[in-house]
């Protein structure tokens, strides 16, 4: 059986909403900065893709739901909601929407390595 390292990969994510919510508070403190440029990072999804880390497959019905919704995925290139005439493309209500999405997205991973810590300690008690 392959080792899990759930802790390493929470680990690794908690860092990138660390450097996520850094960027977006960056963005929130120069939105009236002359020819400042929204900054925003890749998503975590397309950094682990590019690792060797994949899902494997026991049976080929496993997993049969994402196959079907990847097929119909897009990736759209995010734009600017809007930039003022100083050239600043900073939005203060899509730079709210992505700490509100750093903050569900650490209090999903904690929830998620809290629940597998319980479960850890309770099947070495038994």
């Known amino acids: 059986m392959d080792s899990l390292y759930i802790f390493g990969l929470a680990s690794q994510r908690t860092s990138y909403l660390a450097q ?10 120069n939105v009236d900065t002359p020819g400042y440029t929204s900054k925003d990072l890749s998503s975590f999804t397309e950094a682990l893709d590019a690792t060797s880390l994949r899902m494997a497959r026991s049976q080929a019905t496993h997993l049969a739901a994402l196959d079907s919704a990847a097929g119909n995925s897009e990736v759209i290139d995010e ?5 003022k005439h100083s050239g600043n493309s900073v939005s203060l209500p899509q730079e709210m929407l992505k700490a509100g999405e750093v903050s569900r997205e650490y209090a999903l ?15 070495a008690k038994g």
Do not use: D, Y
């Open 20 to 29: 996520r919510q850094t960027l977006v508070a960056e963005n929130v403190a």
């Open 79 to 83: 734009t600017p909601w809007n930039v």
């Open 109 to 123: 991973g904690t929830s998620v390595v809290k629940s597998f810590h319980r479960m850890l300690i309770m099947s």
